[in-house]
């Protein structure tokens, strides 16, 4: 079994910052990639930021300058740091972590339950 456990969403004003985490627990035997997608009421899910296990990140172009994904690799930890933080930032932001479970299982995509985050005054 594997879970996918996010933190650190909230209410925030605009301009202000926020950092999210993500733990990833259970059998586990690689992660080839984990991401941050997000998705706003009534819009379809998008990615927000990703890195894979060599190290190489993606961004979406409006988060780009504002927000910073890292990863502890040794704690199968994820961290999404958002600054300068927008009202369309507002949404429920899910984890997401591309693994194995074991050798000769293949490579499934697992999702954490997400976490909101709103941006207002």
């Known amino acids: 079994q594997v879970r996918l456990v996010e933190s650190g969403g909230g209410l925030v004003q605009p301009g202000g910052s926020l950092r999210l985490s993500c733990v990833a627990s259970g059998s586990i035997f690689r992660i080839f990639a984990m991401g941050w997608y997000r998705q706003a009421p009534g819009k379809q899910r998008e990615l927000v930021a990703a890195v894979d296990d060599g190290g190489s990140i993606n961004y979406a172009d409006s988060v780009k300058g504002r927000f910073t994904i890292s990863k502890d690799n040794a704690e199968n930890t994820m961290y999404l740091q958002m600054t300068s933080l927008k009202p369309e930032d507002t949404a429920v932001y899910y984890c997401?972590?591309?693994?194995?479970?074991?050798?000769?299982?293949?490579?499934?995509?697992?999702w954490g339950q997400g976490t909101q985050v709103t941006v207002s005054s």
């Open positions: 997401n972590a591309d693994l194995k479970r074991t050798l000769w299982l293949p490579r499934v995509p697992y």
